[in-house]
């Protein structure tokens, strides 16, 4: 279902180790400086990535960026297992990103409506870029109108690429909650695709896969 939206490479695997991710976390928790620049410059790369697939103008989503940067270390302390660390950001960007997207989205309501019965010119990108983008923003528009518990989870397991075990760290609650969630997320979308013609041929992609992801 989610593969409307375009996968982006795995930052993660140009990544410093684990052990050394946890040690830079605990590190910087115990009030190391330098420890939490390495930090932030190790976990940004995934950082952009993640706001980039829910932000989707390039400034927007740079402006982001730097939001979540700033949200993570204001959050840090909080991060209960230092081995959960790029997990932890990970979500700390998603909901940054989220909140972004949102007030981006009330602002071009606004700019529309004041520019109502004004020529719109027309957009030079291909026809098929800018289906898929229109796709995706519709995509995620309907995610929105989820409970953000469930729209949290499903972004972080499709969109962010982590695996429940992760989200649960990341959101602190057990496995069996992330994957109810990721189900009642799946389920609502279900019956949301099939009522949007430019989503429809989604619920096909819905019913091909399981819940982790992978197919039936």
Known sequence: MLSAFAQAPDTRASMPPAS??????AQACAGDGAALHALLEAVGPQILKVVRRIVPLPADAEDAAQDAMTALVRDLPSLRDPGAVLAFATRVAARVAWRARARTRREQRGR????RGATIPSDPSPVAEVAARERAERLLGELERLPEPQAEALVLRYVAGLQPAEIAEAMQVPVNTVRSRVRLAREALARRLVRDPMLADLHGDERG???EGGVS
């Open 20 to 25: 050394a991710l946890e040690r830079l976390a």
């Open 209 to 211: 896969t399981n819940s």
């Open 112 to 115: 529309e409506q004041l520019a």
